[in-house]
T-cell receptor
């Protein structure tokens, strides 16, 4: 089983809608979870980190973590065309060491 | 506060040559990790250094090596380059190893011909 799974997309949403990005992971002991945004030809940019079960909100972004289900998601409210990018989820493995990245979901926000 | 700086930004090398890439972390950060990104494989972890010691190593051949200096700057070396080494090489810095957030540099685009 792959360690981190994400739908590759593309996920297309209209401008102003909510974009929902999902990620599942296989390591039950993972403690730290991260969402990165990567524009084409650019390096990944940290959007949010989440360490405990529940929701964490930052502006238009909400990260949701459910450790029992080994599931982390990112909601983007009022999506803008500038949000069009690839979104990578990542976690620190059970020893708090290596970052493990998912393959990324490509999001396209249509004007 | 300056971000993570990687040099050079672009590099073209010939098969069989070797290459050295440099990464200067955010001031105060002591952990530097290196990643290879290709369209087919995504982001693959190479290794992580903390306080001049390699803490972790990914599943790459011994041609890939690195080191970290006392000022936390890190270098990555690839010897006997192969065409398949063409990729975007990214480094990321963290204040601590472990659970800390990591911030990426702009990357070095390596093309092997």
């Amino acid at each position: 089983q792959k360690e981190v799974e994400q739908n590759s997309g593309p996920l297309s949403v209209p401008e102003g809608a909510i974009a929902s990005l999902n990620c599942t992971y296989s390591d039950r002991v993972s403690q730290s979870f991260f969402w990165y945004r990567q524009y084409s030809g650019k390096s990944p940019e940290l959007i949010m980190s989440i360490y405990s079960n529940g929701d964490k909100e930052d502006g238009r972004f909400t990260a949701q973590l459910n450790k029992a289900s080994q599931y982390v998601s990112l909601l983007i409210r009022d999506s803008q065309p500038s949000d069009s990018a690839t979104y990578l989820c990542a976690f620190r493995d059970n020893y708090g060491q290596n970052f493990v990245f998912g393959p990324g979901t490509r999001l396209s926000v249509l004007p | 506060k300056a971000g993570v700086t990687q040099t050079p930004r672009y590099l073209i090398k010939t098969r069989g040559q070797q290459v050295t890439l440099s990464c200067s972390p955010i001031s105060g950060h002591r952990s530097v990790s290196w990643y290879q990104q290709t369209p087919g494989q995504g982001l693959q972890f190479l290794f992580e250094y903390f306080s001049e010691t390699q803490r972790n190593k990914g599943n790459f051949p011994g041609r890939f090596s690195g080191r970290q200096f006392s000022n936390s700057r890190s270098e990555m070396n690839v010897s006997t380059l192969e065409l398949g080494d063409s990729a975007l090489y990214l480094c990321a810095s963290s204040f601590l190893a472990g659970n800390a957030e990591a911030f990426f540099g702009q990357g070095t685009r390596l093309t092997v011909v």
